[in-house]
């Protein structure tokens, strides 16, 4: 039961144009979400986060959108960078359910010179 | 300010041995997490301890897997007679006492091989 789903394992962009990550969900109960980004042979760091009360946040290169109807979130990074390039990870949490974050699969991000 | 420790980076052990993993939380910190990438997959939930205490074992495992966070020193990840299915990266993170943050700080994992 995958209540967290990004269905793009793998994303190509050039340096410069934007890159968008997608993730889904199906737990209605969910309302808060994070991006992590991981690198090869190290732990996810946090990138951004958004409250289900929020509809769009947004941090330097970085937004993240949430469609609460559609149970869609996503997250945009302009302009991309090589450096951006790395795996990004979709969590979904319950408040109160501290740290039980429901991760989503990933989705590889290359970001091309 | 060190960031949430794991040890070892890499553990290889044979079928039927136990597994020890390590954490120690970032400074100020007194809640931890384990979680589990299978290859391929995403990060699964396992277990949230505070000190001496285990919150939600929701995610561990029935039988072998156990997991501490004593008063004093690191947590423990205990992997009991080892399969090849156990092959994975075991991540903790932590995050601090206050607040609904619900932003976590992970290590850099813990890669365990069953050969």
């Known amino acids: 039961d995958q209540q967290v789903k990004q269905n793009s394992p793998s994303l190509s962009v050039q340096e410069g144009r934007i890159s968008i990550l997608n993730c889904d969900y199906t737990?209605?109960?969910?309302?808060?979400f994070l991006w992590y980004k991981k690198y090869p042979a190290e732990g996810p760091t946090f990138l951004i986060s958004?409250?289900?009360?929020?509809d769009k946040n947004e941090d330097g290169r970085f937004t993240v959108f949430l469609n609460k109807s559609a149970k869609h979130l996503s997250l945009h990074i302009v302009p991309s960078q090589p450096g951006d390039s790395a795996v990004y990870f979709c969590?979904?949490?319950?408040?109160?359910?501290?740290?039980?974050?429901?991760f989503g699969q990933g989705t590889t991000l290359q970001v091309k010179p | 300010n060190a960031g949430v420790m794991q040890n070892p980076r890499h553990l290889v052990r044979r079928r039927g041995q136990e597994a020890r993993l390590r954490c120690s939380p970032m400074?100020?910190?007194?809640?931890v997490y384990w979680y589990r990438q299978l290859p391929e997959e995403g990060l699964k939930f396992m277990v949230y301890?505070?000190?001496?205490?285990?919150?939600?074992e929701s995610g561990m495992p029935k039988e072998r897997f156990s997991a501490e966070f004593p008063k004093e020193g690191p947590s423990i990840l205990r992997i009991q007679q080892v399969v090849r299915g156990d092959s994975a990266a075991y991540f903790c993170?932590?995050?601090?006492?206050?607040?609904?943050?619900?932003?976590?700080?992970f290590g850099s994992g813990t890669q365990l091989s069953v050969l």
């Open positions: 737990n209605s109960m969910f309302d808060y």
């Open positions: 969590a979904a949490s319950i408040s109160g359910n501290t740290g039980k974050l429901i």
């Open positions: 301890l505070q000190k001496e205490n285990i919150i939600d």
């Open positions: 400074k100020g910190h007194s809640h």
């Open positions: 958004i409250s289900s009360i929020k």
């Open positions: 993170a932590s995050s601090p006492p206050q607040g609904v943050n619900e932003k976590l700080f």
